[in-house]
């Protein structure tokens, strides 16, 4: 798990989250690269922090790292309207050195071609620090939520918007679990034969934990290759 930070106008705030992929490089969200404009931040804004579970708790300091990012690149058809291809990877300044508190998460290479609805009605879990109610404050703690993967039929007939091949969705169908407001960029991931796949990425949603919207992630399956031509 990666605390992404911004920086601007003499203030460093905690941003979006995202995912370790390998020694270089995080995996977030598309829409974290960009202001409420659509204009798109410069890649020194950012720092990134591994090994955290509580970002205000100095305890931890001893196995945590900090990174700044030298580039990014985001999905050339990204849209802010309907994010879609919502997905970027962060270039860090230097290799991660891997150890028990930080190690990359799995991407979802057996789930590449199989049918879009393999992964219903499974558990999944999505990480964050992201607020715990709509409106809230953001939580200094790492916290999980485990919920549901839904149709593709189920979560387009439920949205507003066409939910394309490019989204997965998870939730309960009353709501009572969500990703929210901070959780931006940050796994959705599942257990499958003693690993941690990252099947998708916190893209948007109805508020949060709305009875009958599902929170809509960017299907990390769908990118693997464009993943593997810039992990460069």
Known sequence: MAAIYLSGK?????WCGGSLISRRYVMTAAHCTKDSRGKSFHPRQFTVRLGDTNLKSSAEAAHTARFRVIEYVAHPDFKLNGYYNDIALFKLDRPVNFNEYVIPVCLPDEYEGRPLDALVGRTSSV???????????ESSQLRSADMPVWSQSGCDNAYFQPIQEMFICAGFTDG???????DSGGPLVYFENGRWMQIGIVSFGNRCAQAGYPGVYTRTANFLPWIRQNLI
Do not use: F
């Open 10 to 14: 003499g203030r460093r705030e905690y």
């Open 176 to 182: 009572r679990k969500d990703a929210c407001q901070g």
């Open 127 to 137: 990480i964050g620090w992201g607020v715990t109610s709509y409106g809230g404050r």
